[in-house]
């Protein structure tokens, strides 16, 4: 079993809807979470991160915890063509390492 | 703030050659830095933690022998790989972490290294 793990896609909204991206992750011991985006031969900039359960807001991102479930999200409100590219959910444990999984492609069309 | 370079951001090298990657934490001092690698349409591997002024931590199956890190100062890790081959072709991306700041990671913009 993969320790963090996403959907590749391609996930496919129209300009101006809502994305909606899913991470589970596998270590119950898992403390903190992050979304990076990430544009094709760029490294990652990080988006969110979420240390609590519930939601998170900032801007059009919102990030949601639920730990019971192991189960991180984040939801891109008003999506816009720039916002194309893959999507990395990134979790850390008591060592403070970061754990990526492999990415979700998001496709925002016009 | 919290801007992290690398240099070069690409190379091209000859099989057998070594090649040495710098990353530097602009306008802060990063006692930890963190290696990774992304070959195309994967995510990013950890490949080593540098801690300032000591050895750095190799995750399993890097070779600590053909991946030299060297953290010698609180804004400056490198990178060197010895005897590169074209299987080490990869993008190699840096980050550093802030003093204080345990679970916050700031990326470089990353290497592309090519060995041919």
């Known amino acids: 079993q993969k320790e963090v793990e996403q959907n590749s896609g391609p996930l496919s909204v129209p300009e101006g809807a809502i994305a909606s991206l899913n991470c589970t992750y596998s270590?119950?011991?898992?403390?903190?979470f992050f979304w990076y985006r990430q544009y094709s031969g760029k490294s990652p900039e990080l988006i969110m991160f979420?240390?609590?359960?519930g939601d998170k807001e900032d801007g059009r991102f919102t990030a949601q915890l639920n730990k019971a479930s192991q189960y991180v999200s984040l939801l891109i409100r008003d999506s816009q063509p720039s916002d194309s590219a893959t999507y990395l959910c990134a979790v850390t444990g008591t060592a403070s390492k970061l754990t990526f999984g492999t990415g979700t492609r998001l496709q925002v069309t016009l | 703030g919290a801007v992290v370079s690398q240099h070069p951001s690409w190379v091209i090298c000859k099989s057998g050659t070594s090649v040495k990657i710098e990353c530097r934490s602009l306008d802060f001092q990063a006692t930890t830095m963190f290696w990774y690698r992304q070959f195309p349409k994967q995510s990013l591997m950890l490949m080593a933690t540098s801690n300032e002024g000591s050895k750095a931590t190799y995750e399993q199956g890097v070779e600590k022998d053909k991946f030299l890190i060297n953290h010698a100062s609180l804004t400056l890790s490198t990178l060197t790989v010895t005897s590169a081959h074209p299987e080490d072709s990869s993008f190699y991306i840096c980050?550093?972490?802030?003093?204080?700041?345990?679970?916050?990671?700031?990326f470089g913009p990353g290497t592309r290294l090519t060995v041919t």
């Open positions: 979420i240390y609590s359960n």
């Open positions: 270590d119950r011991g898992s403390q903190s």
């Open positions: 980050s550093a972490r802030l003093a204080g700041v345990p679970y916050e990671q700031y």
